[in-house]
């Protein structure tokens, strides 16, 4: 039986394909002192030998686990302990595992729930699991979508009462939506001290005080929330949450100035009442007045 030809050494083609790397990766490795460069034939190319070829096996098998090339490097030329290059890739592996797991999770959710629900956090979604399909609008969804961005998942959770209050309350629906029509008339056009933005700033704080009582008649309980919250505090994103004063100057509202001072005193109402307070109620604009011209906006 005769042998193929056996050559000493061969050209960088042929080393790159036996390694199952490229001619390119071959060159960077000379580069950067991953693999010396070996001496050229008569035609001025590069001949790789035996122990080439198993430096770019190792090499690719290393590579192929994840190590980065320079500590394949420094581990060849013996300055760095290789098990300290593993401990941080099987660390970086891990992260990127938890990650993976999250993104699967994620997708599950999505398919499952049929829309954008599906991707806020699982204590969002579990909140509202029970509430009927379509039930929930864009705008909802956008709204947890902000709150979980900066109060957390257990902020946008224990929000997510508000909404299935309104999905099973067609009256609070229908003043919710009259507001929010209201609230977009208080354009550039309307000054901040019409009387109008604080008549319209009570209303809101009767809808919001309405919405509270039915969440409490509907005997809601926040300790399941927190109970779940402690369990995944280390795994989900609220690590990624800011504080309320610092997502005001981040986030963009087209709000004029009116509207700007009917936030301002809806929250000073809502504020004074559930801290038993007397709110102050500005002296040019009496209380009359201000609902008599409610209307004129809602």
């Given at each position: 039986?005769?042998?193929?030809a056996?050559?000493r050494?061969v050209k960088?083609?042929?080393?790159a394909?036996?390694?199952g ?7 960077h490795?000379h ?14 190319r ?7 070829i ?5 090499i ?12 394949i490097?420094t581990?060849?030329?013996?300055t ?16 990127k ?16 729930s ?9 204590l ?6 029970h509430v ?8 909802d ?25 309104l999905a ?13 029509e ?6 550039d056009?309307?000054?901040p ?6 008549a ?12 509270l ?16 919250y402690?369990e ?6 609220s ?20 509207r700007?001072r ?14 038993g307070?007397?709110?102050h ?12 011209n ?5």
């Amino acid at each position: 039986m005769h042998l193929p030809a056996i050559p000493r050494r061969v050209k960088i083609g042929d080393a790159a394909a036996f390694t199952g790397t490229t001619p390119r990766a071959i060159r960077h490795y000379h580069a950067i002192g991953l693999l010396a460069e070996p001496e050229r034939g008569a035609d001025n190319r590069r001949r790789y030998g035996y122990d080439d070829i198993i430096r770019l096996l190792w090499i690719r098998k290393m590579a192929d686990a994840g190590i980065p090339l320079d500590d394949i490097r420094t581990a060849f030329a013996g300055t760095i302990d290789i098990e300290q290059s593993l401990a941080r890739l099987e660390e970086s592996l891990t992260a990127k595992a938890a990650a993976i797991e999250h993104q699967r999770t994620a997708v599950r959710h999505l398919r499952e729930s049929g829309n954008p629900l599906g991707l806020l956090s699982p204590l969002v979604t579990g909140r509202l699991r029970h509430v009927p399909p379509g039930a929930l609008r864009p705008a909802d969804l956008d709204t947890l979508l902000v709150t979980e961005r900066i109060f957390g998942p257990l902020g946008a959770a224990v929000q997510a009462d508000r909404f299935i209050v309104l999905a099973t309350r067609p009256d609070l629906r229908a003043e919710e939506d009259r507001l929010a029509e209201a609230e977009a008339a208080l354009d550039d056009s309307v000054s901040p001290d019409d009387p109008r933005v604080d008549a319209l700033a009570i209303q809101r704080c009767a809808h919001e005080t309405a919405l509270l009582a039915a969440i409490e008649d509907a005997g809601e309980t926040h300790d399941d929330l927190f109970e779940q919250y402690d369990e995944t505090a280390d795994n989900d994103e609220s690590k990624t949450t800011m504080s309320a004063s610092e997502a005001i100057g981040k986030m963009p509202y087209d709000f004029s100035p009116a509207r700007i001072r009917y936030e301002e005193r809806a929250f000073e109402l809502l504020h004074a009442q559930q801290n038993g307070d007397t709110p102050h109620r500005p002296t040019d604009q009496p209380s009359t007045a201000s609902t008599d011209n409610a209307g004129d906006i809602s």
